[in-house]
């Protein structure tokens, strides 16, 4: 027999039905973000459709890293340690992008409204108006209350996962 076959490093150890634990899972960083990337639209798409409907949509910042978190852990096959704080910036520009959404969405209602027919383009007046100061500016509740709700998301999930076992 080698000295290999009585090297407990080299067998994981065995389960309480005397068979051997599974070993852990190597996390797949890139494939994790891919699947929360799919959270990520998910909850643009959502924010804009809450906010349209006329509801206060910041709260789709908690669901949209509940889910990227855990489409996360479901491509990456792992906790994520690793690739913490790469899927913690994917769902901060999340976050943001669905901010700027909301935004867009109001700029394409308002053209309608304040645009004279053939002077500009739908497409130019939304991409000049969701970045421009004041109209950001006119927002600032509704900013804040994206953020509060991304930190509380993000501070949720991230205290579960540190309270998990590493896979």
Known sequence: MSD?????A???EPSAFGEPAALP???MIARGLVFSLLAVVGGIAL????????FIASIT????AAGAVFL???????????GLAPLVLLILV??????????????????DEFVVPGTITRWDFISDNVFRGEVIGSY????????????????????????????
């Open 25 to 27: 899972q190597r996390e």
């Open 4 to 8: 290999h076959a009585h090297d407990p």
């Open 140 to 167: 600032g509740k509704d900013m804040a209350m994206f953020g509060v709700f991304a930190v509380l998301g993000i501070f949720s999930i991230m205290r579960q996962l540190m309270s998990r076992p590493a896979s």
């Open 47 to 54: 924010t804009v459709v809450i906010w349209r409907l006329g």
């Open 10 to 12: 080299a067998a994981p």
């Open 61 to 64: 910042s908690f669901a949209l």
């Open 72 to 82: 996360y852990d479901k491509g990456a096959g792992a906790t994520p340690r690793k």
């Open 94 to 111: 999340g976050v943001v992008a669905s901010f700027f959404a909301v935004i867009a969405s109001d700029a394409w209602d308002a053209y």
